[in-house]
Protein backbone atom coordinates (compact mmCIF):
# COMPACT_ATOMS: atom_id res chain seq x y z
CA UNK A 1 0.00 0.00 0.00
CA UNK A 2 2.56 2.26 1.02
CA UNK A 3 4.43 2.09 -2.85
CA UNK A 4 1.03 2.87 -4.14
CA UNK A 5 1.11 5.86 -1.89
CA UNK A 6 4.67 7.08 -3.43
CA UNK A 7 3.70 6.57 -6.76
CA UNK A 8 0.49 8.56 -6.52
CA UNK A 9 2.25 11.54 -4.70
CA UNK A 10 5.67 11.17 -6.88
CA UNK A 11 3.64 10.71 -10.59
CA UNK A 12 1.01 14.03 -8.86
CA UNK A 13 4.71 16.12 -8.25
CA UNK A 14 6.19 14.91 -11.73
CA UNK A 15 3.40 16.19 -13.40
CA UNK A 16 2.58 19.63 -11.08
CA UNK A 17 6.65 20.61 -12.30
CA UNK A 18 5.97 19.39 -15.82
CA UNK A 19 3.58 21.49 -16.38
CA UNK A 20 4.31 24.47 -14.63
CA UNK A 21 8.17 24.52 -15.81
CA UNK A 22 7.06 26.54 -19.34
CA UNK A 23 4.59 29.57 -17.43
CA UNK A 24 7.58 29.92 -14.81
CA UNK A 25 10.60 29.90 -17.17
CA UNK A 26 8.59 31.80 -19.97
CA UNK A 27 6.66 34.36 -17.52
CA UNK A 28 5.60 36.60 -19.40
CA UNK A 29 7.88 37.69 -22.07
CA UNK A 30 7.12 37.79 -25.42
CA UNK A 31 8.45 34.54 -27.11
CA UNK A 32 10.54 35.36 -30.09
CA UNK A 33 9.01 35.22 -33.65
CA UNK A 34 11.60 32.19 -34.44
CA UNK A 35 9.91 30.16 -31.28
CA UNK A 36 6.53 31.95 -32.24
CA UNK A 37 6.54 30.05 -35.54
CA UNK A 38 7.74 26.72 -34.24
CA UNK A 39 4.84 27.27 -31.77
CA UNK A 40 2.23 27.62 -34.21
CA UNK A 41 2.79 24.38 -35.66
CA UNK A 42 3.07 22.56 -32.12
CA UNK A 43 -0.79 22.00 -31.99
CA UNK A 44 -1.02 20.33 -35.75
CA UNK A 45 1.68 18.11 -34.68
CA UNK A 46 0.52 17.22 -31.35
CA UNK A 47 -2.78 16.68 -32.42
CA UNK A 48 -2.07 14.37 -35.18
CA UNK A 49 0.54 12.09 -32.93
CA UNK A 50 -2.28 11.93 -30.53
CA UNK A 51 -4.86 10.96 -33.02
CA UNK A 52 -2.52 8.30 -34.09
CA UNK A 53 -1.61 6.99 -30.84
CA UNK A 54 -5.17 6.64 -29.31
CA UNK A 55 -6.59 5.51 -32.27
CA UNK A 56 -4.37 2.60 -33.44
CA UNK A 57 -1.32 2.21 -30.60
CA UNK A 58 -1.83 -0.43 -27.89
CA UNK A 59 0.45 -1.41 -25.41
CA UNK A 60 3.99 -0.43 -27.56
CA UNK A 61 1.74 -2.14 -30.84
CA UNK A 62 0.19 -0.97 -33.53
CA UNK A 63 -3.74 -2.39 -34.02
CA UNK A 64 -6.26 -1.90 -36.29
CA UNK A 65 -9.59 -2.12 -34.41
CA UNK A 66 -13.01 -0.92 -33.82
CA UNK A 67 -11.88 2.47 -33.08
CA UNK A 68 -9.90 2.75 -36.50
CA UNK A 69 -13.38 1.88 -38.06
CA UNK A 70 -14.84 4.53 -36.08
CA UNK A 71 -11.89 7.31 -36.46
CA UNK A 72 -12.70 6.58 -40.15
CA UNK A 73 -16.66 7.58 -40.07
CA UNK A 74 -15.48 10.86 -37.94
CA UNK A 75 -12.81 11.43 -40.94
CA UNK A 76 -15.32 10.93 -43.73
CA UNK A 77 -18.43 13.00 -41.27
CA UNK A 78 -16.19 16.29 -41.31
CA UNK A 79 -14.78 16.18 -44.80
CA UNK A 80 -19.04 15.84 -45.55
CA UNK A 81 -18.96 19.32 -43.35
CA UNK A 82 -20.94 17.55 -40.63
CA UNK A 83 -20.99 19.19 -37.35
CA UNK A 84 -18.15 18.28 -34.72
CA UNK A 85 -20.29 16.80 -32.33
CA UNK A 86 -22.00 14.76 -34.96
CA UNK A 87 -18.70 13.26 -36.12
CA UNK A 88 -17.68 12.37 -32.86
CA UNK A 89 -21.22 10.83 -31.91
CA UNK A 90 -21.08 8.83 -35.35
CA UNK A 91 -17.84 7.68 -34.19
CA UNK A 92 -18.97 5.88 -31.15
CA UNK A 93 -21.80 4.72 -32.57
CA UNK A 94 -19.70 3.10 -35.31
CA UNK A 95 -17.44 1.67 -32.47
CA UNK A 96 -19.97 -0.15 -30.51
CA UNK A 97 -22.29 -1.53 -32.95
CA UNK A 98 -18.86 -3.26 -34.31
CA UNK A 99 -18.01 -4.43 -31.13
CA UNK A 100 -21.60 -5.59 -30.30
CA UNK A 101 -22.24 -7.52 -33.38
CA UNK A 102 -19.11 -7.89 -35.57
CA UNK B 1 -0.20 33.23 -41.30
CA UNK B 2 2.56 30.56 -41.23
CA UNK B 3 5.52 32.98 -41.71
CA UNK B 4 6.86 34.93 -38.65
CA UNK B 5 6.15 37.95 -39.99
CA UNK B 6 2.66 37.62 -39.96
CA UNK B 7 2.37 35.62 -36.84
CA UNK B 8 3.87 38.79 -34.73
CA UNK B 9 1.76 41.18 -36.86
CA UNK B 10 -1.56 39.05 -36.58
CA UNK B 11 -0.87 39.04 -32.80
CA UNK B 12 -0.57 42.46 -32.20
CA UNK B 13 -3.95 43.19 -34.01
CA UNK B 14 -5.47 40.61 -31.57
CA UNK B 15 -4.23 42.44 -28.64
CA UNK B 16 -5.30 45.86 -29.92
CA UNK B 17 -8.99 44.19 -29.54
CA UNK B 18 -8.22 43.02 -26.66
CA UNK B 19 -9.57 39.71 -27.42
CA UNK B 20 -6.94 38.25 -25.69
CA UNK B 21 -6.53 39.86 -22.57
CA UNK B 22 -2.73 40.73 -20.92
CA UNK B 23 -2.83 42.57 -18.22
CA UNK B 24 -0.47 45.16 -19.54
CA UNK B 25 -2.00 45.40 -22.77
CA UNK B 26 -6.13 45.62 -21.79
CA UNK B 27 -8.31 48.61 -22.85
CA UNK B 28 -11.35 50.06 -21.69
CA UNK B 29 -12.10 50.08 -18.19
CA UNK B 30 -11.45 47.39 -15.53
CA UNK B 31 -15.12 46.31 -15.34
CA UNK B 32 -14.69 45.80 -19.07
CA UNK B 33 -12.27 43.61 -18.78
CA UNK B 34 -14.01 41.64 -16.32
CA UNK B 35 -17.10 41.39 -17.94
CA UNK B 36 -14.37 40.17 -21.41
CA UNK B 37 -12.86 37.27 -19.00
CA UNK B 38 -15.82 35.83 -17.43
CA UNK B 39 -17.23 35.94 -20.94
CA UNK B 40 -14.30 33.73 -22.08
CA UNK B 41 -14.19 31.08 -18.88
CA UNK B 42 -18.41 30.91 -19.91
CA UNK B 43 -17.28 29.80 -23.61
CA UNK B 44 -14.62 27.82 -22.67
CA UNK B 45 -16.35 25.82 -20.11
CA UNK B 46 -19.33 25.35 -22.94
CA UNK B 47 -16.49 23.77 -25.83
CA UNK B 48 -14.97 22.01 -22.59
CA UNK B 49 -18.18 19.98 -22.30
CA UNK B 50 -18.21 17.54 -24.69
CA UNK B 51 -14.68 16.63 -23.30
CA UNK B 52 -16.08 16.04 -19.95
CA UNK B 53 -18.74 13.94 -21.41
CA UNK B 54 -15.74 11.67 -22.34
CA UNK B 55 -13.31 12.54 -19.63
CA UNK B 56 -16.43 11.27 -17.11
CA UNK B 57 -16.80 7.75 -18.71
CA UNK B 58 -12.51 7.88 -19.11
CA UNK B 59 -12.08 8.58 -15.33
CA UNK B 60 -15.01 5.35 -14.36
CA UNK B 61 -12.81 3.19 -16.45
CA UNK B 62 -10.39 4.28 -14.06
CA UNK B 63 -12.21 4.09 -11.03
CA UNK B 64 -13.10 0.65 -12.15
CA UNK B 65 -9.10 -0.56 -13.16
CA UNK B 66 -8.12 1.10 -9.76
CA UNK B 67 -11.08 -1.51 -8.43
CA UNK B 68 -9.69 -4.32 -9.42
CA UNK B 69 -5.79 -3.99 -8.27
CA UNK B 70 -7.15 -3.09 -4.86
CA UNK B 71 -6.19 0.36 -4.20
CA UNK B 72 -9.15 0.83 -2.59
CA UNK B 73 -11.56 4.30 -2.26
CA UNK B 74 -9.42 6.39 -1.61
CA UNK B 75 -6.19 6.44 -2.84
CA UNK B 76 -7.37 6.31 -6.56
CA UNK B 77 -9.81 9.65 -5.84
CA UNK B 78 -6.96 11.05 -4.25
CA UNK B 79 -4.92 10.26 -7.61
CA UNK B 80 -7.30 12.17 -9.67
CA UNK B 81 -7.37 15.20 -7.55
CA UNK B 82 -3.90 15.36 -7.18
CA UNK B 83 -2.41 14.30 -10.38
CA UNK B 84 -5.60 15.01 -12.48
CA UNK B 85 -3.56 13.61 -15.78
CA UNK B 86 -5.82 10.62 -17.45
CA UNK B 87 -2.74 8.74 -19.57
CA UNK B 88 -0.67 9.12 -16.79
CA UNK B 89 -3.02 7.50 -14.00
CA UNK B 90 -3.54 5.08 -16.59
CA UNK B 91 0.12 4.46 -17.09
CA UNK B 92 1.00 3.92 -12.88
CA UNK B 93 -2.41 1.49 -12.78
CA UNK B 94 -0.38 -0.47 -15.69
CA UNK B 95 3.23 -0.18 -14.22
CA UNK B 96 2.18 -1.23 -10.63
CA UNK B 97 -0.63 -3.46 -12.12
CA UNK B 98 1.64 -5.73 -13.61
CA UNK B 99 4.27 -5.31 -10.50
CA UNK B 100 6.28 -2.91 -11.39
CA UNK B 101 8.30 -0.44 -8.89
CA UNK B 102 7.53 2.78 -8.06
CA UNK B 103 10.40 3.83 -10.24
CA UNK B 104 8.90 2.38 -13.21
CA UNK B 105 5.58 4.50 -12.60
CA UNK B 106 6.77 7.29 -12.64
CA UNK B 107 9.29 7.11 -15.41
CA UNK B 108 6.18 6.03 -17.29
CA UNK B 109 3.67 9.07 -16.52
CA UNK B 110 6.71 11.27 -17.03
CA UNK B 111 7.11 10.17 -20.59
CA UNK B 112 3.64 10.54 -21.09
CA UNK B 113 3.06 13.88 -19.59
CA UNK B 114 6.27 15.53 -21.03
CA UNK B 115 4.01 16.75 -24.03
CA UNK B 116 3.10 19.52 -21.21
CA UNK B 117 6.40 20.99 -21.58
CA UNK B 118 5.89 22.51 -24.64
CA UNK B 119 2.31 23.04 -24.32
CA UNK B 120 3.20 25.12 -21.43
CA UNK B 121 5.72 27.71 -22.79
CA UNK B 122 3.43 27.86 -25.78
CA UNK B 123 0.46 29.46 -23.51
CA UNK B 124 2.95 30.99 -21.18
CA UNK B 125 2.95 34.53 -22.81
CA UNK B 126 -0.89 34.27 -22.03
CA UNK B 127 -1.48 33.75 -18.38
CA UNK B 128 -1.49 36.22 -15.73
CA UNK B 129 0.48 36.87 -11.72
CA UNK B 130 3.79 36.00 -10.82
CA UNK B 131 5.64 33.10 -10.40
CA UNK B 132 3.62 30.89 -8.21
CA UNK B 133 0.42 31.97 -10.02
CA UNK B 134 1.52 31.28 -13.38
CA UNK B 135 2.68 27.62 -12.17
CA UNK B 136 -0.56 27.32 -10.89
CA UNK B 137 -2.57 28.27 -13.93
CA UNK B 138 -0.23 26.49 -16.24
CA UNK B 139 -1.83 23.27 -14.71
CA UNK B 140 -4.83 23.29 -16.39
CA UNK B 141 -3.24 22.59 -19.46
CA UNK B 142 -4.59 19.82 -20.79
CA UNK B 143 -4.54 18.15 -24.39
CA UNK B 144 -8.16 19.15 -25.03
CA UNK B 145 -8.21 22.52 -23.63
CA UNK B 146 -5.01 23.84 -24.91
CA UNK B 147 -5.72 22.84 -28.47
CA UNK B 148 -9.23 24.69 -28.17
CA UNK B 149 -7.77 27.61 -26.82
CA UNK B 150 -5.38 28.00 -29.66
CA UNK B 151 -5.62 30.68 -32.16
CA UNK B 152 -3.13 29.79 -34.83
CA UNK B 153 0.19 31.51 -35.19
CA UNK B 154 0.72 30.39 -31.84
CA UNK B 155 -1.54 32.81 -30.14
CA UNK B 156 -3.64 31.09 -27.55
CA UNK B 157 -6.69 32.26 -25.61
CA UNK B 158 -6.07 32.25 -21.18
CA UNK B 159 -9.92 32.32 -20.09
CA UNK B 160 -11.07 29.47 -22.75
CA UNK B 161 -8.71 27.48 -21.72
CA UNK B 162 -8.66 27.47 -17.94
CA UNK B 163 -12.68 27.53 -18.84
CA UNK B 164 -12.43 24.35 -20.74
CA UNK B 165 -10.47 23.05 -18.06
CA UNK B 166 -13.09 22.96 -15.45
CA UNK B 167 -15.85 20.81 -16.47
CA UNK B 168 -13.21 18.16 -17.40
CA UNK B 169 -11.41 17.85 -14.06
CA UNK B 170 -14.84 17.77 -12.04
CA UNK B 171 -15.63 14.75 -14.86
CA UNK B 172 -12.33 12.95 -14.04
CA UNK B 173 -13.05 13.31 -10.34
CA UNK B 174 -16.34 12.38 -10.17
CA UNK B 175 -16.02 9.65 -12.40
CA UNK B 176 -12.92 8.43 -10.58
CA UNK B 177 -14.79 8.46 -7.28
CA UNK B 178 -18.30 6.47 -9.37
CA UNK B 179 -15.80 3.78 -10.81
CA UNK B 180 -14.05 3.18 -7.37
CA UNK B 181 -17.29 2.91 -5.48
CA UNK B 182 -19.50 1.04 -7.68
CA UNK B 183 -17.47 0.01 -10.14
CA UNK B 184 -19.19 -3.53 -10.70
CA UNK B 185 -22.49 -2.05 -11.25
CA UNK B 186 -21.44 -0.28 -14.10
CA UNK B 187 -19.73 -3.11 -16.50
CA UNK B 188 -17.91 -1.67 -19.41
CA UNK B 189 -17.69 1.28 -21.14
CA UNK B 190 -16.26 0.21 -23.85
CA UNK B 191 -18.82 -1.31 -24.82
CA UNK B 192 -20.74 1.40 -25.73
CA UNK B 193 -17.76 2.96 -28.03
CA UNK B 194 -16.72 5.96 -25.75
CA UNK B 195 -13.42 5.22 -25.57
CA UNK B 196 -13.55 6.21 -29.20
CA UNK B 197 -14.39 10.12 -28.20
CA UNK B 198 -10.97 11.18 -27.61
CA UNK B 199 -8.98 9.90 -31.05
CA UNK B 200 -12.52 11.25 -32.63
CA UNK B 201 -12.45 14.71 -31.16
CA UNK B 202 -8.65 15.12 -31.62
CA UNK B 203 -9.67 14.41 -35.48
CA UNK B 204 -11.77 17.41 -35.20
CA UNK B 205 -9.58 19.49 -33.61
CA UNK B 206 -6.61 18.80 -35.84
CA UNK B 207 -8.71 19.48 -38.49
CA UNK B 208 -9.76 23.03 -37.74
CA UNK B 209 -5.94 23.46 -37.23
CA UNK B 210 -5.40 22.36 -40.97
CA UNK B 211 -5.09 25.99 -42.02
CA UNK B 212 -2.74 26.04 -44.88
CA UNK B 213 -0.26 23.74 -46.82
CA UNK B 214 2.55 24.10 -43.85
CA UNK B 215 0.17 23.06 -41.23
CA UNK B 216 -0.72 19.60 -43.43
CA UNK B 217 2.53 18.97 -44.19
CA UNK B 218 3.30 19.11 -39.95
CA UNK B 219 0.75 17.24 -39.34
CA UNK B 220 1.47 14.34 -42.28
CA UNK B 221 5.36 13.77 -40.78
CA UNK B 222 4.20 14.21 -37.01
CA UNK B 223 1.60 11.21 -37.93
CA UNK B 224 4.23 9.48 -39.62
CA UNK B 225 6.55 9.64 -36.78
CA UNK B 226 4.28 8.78 -34.39
CA UNK B 227 3.35 5.39 -36.31
CA UNK B 228 6.85 4.57 -36.53
CA UNK B 229 7.34 4.82 -32.62
CA UNK B 230 4.47 3.53 -31.19
CA UNK B 231 6.14 -0.28 -31.62
CA UNK B 232 9.56 1.23 -30.81
CA UNK B 233 9.13 3.58 -27.72
CA UNK B 234 7.71 3.18 -24.73
CA UNK B 235 3.97 4.69 -24.24
CA UNK B 236 4.30 9.21 -24.45
CA UNK B 237 7.73 8.99 -26.27
CA UNK B 238 5.95 8.51 -29.93
CA UNK B 239 3.90 12.15 -29.27
CA UNK B 240 6.56 13.88 -27.76
CA UNK B 241 8.92 12.93 -30.36
CA UNK B 242 6.07 14.02 -32.90
CA UNK B 243 6.65 17.73 -31.99
CA UNK B 244 9.74 17.51 -33.72
CA UNK B 245 7.82 18.01 -36.94
CA UNK B 246 7.11 21.27 -35.79
CA UNK B 247 10.59 22.36 -36.10
CA UNK B 248 9.30 22.75 -39.55
CA UNK B 249 8.46 26.05 -38.85
CA UNK B 250 11.81 27.51 -38.17
CA UNK B 251 12.21 27.25 -42.43
CA UNK B 252 10.60 30.28 -44.09
CA UNK B 253 7.73 30.02 -45.99
Given at each position: MTTLWIAIVGVALASASIKAAGPVLVGGRELPPRALSVIALLAPALLAALVITETFGEDQHLVLDERAAGVAVAAAALALRAPMLVAVALAAVTTALLRAFV | MTNSGDCSRASHATYEEGALSRPSEMDGTEREARTRESDGYRAGAWAGLPFAVATLVLGISFGVLARSLGWGIVAPIVFSVIAFSGSAQFAVAAVLGAGGGVAAAIVAAVLLNARFGPMGVAIAPYLKGGRFRRALEGQAVVDASWALASRGGGRFDREFMIGATIPQGVAWIVGTAVGALGGDL?????QLGLDVIFPAFFLVLLAEELRDARTVTVALVAAALALALVPLAPAGVPVIAACVAALIGLRRS
Open positions: - | IGNPE
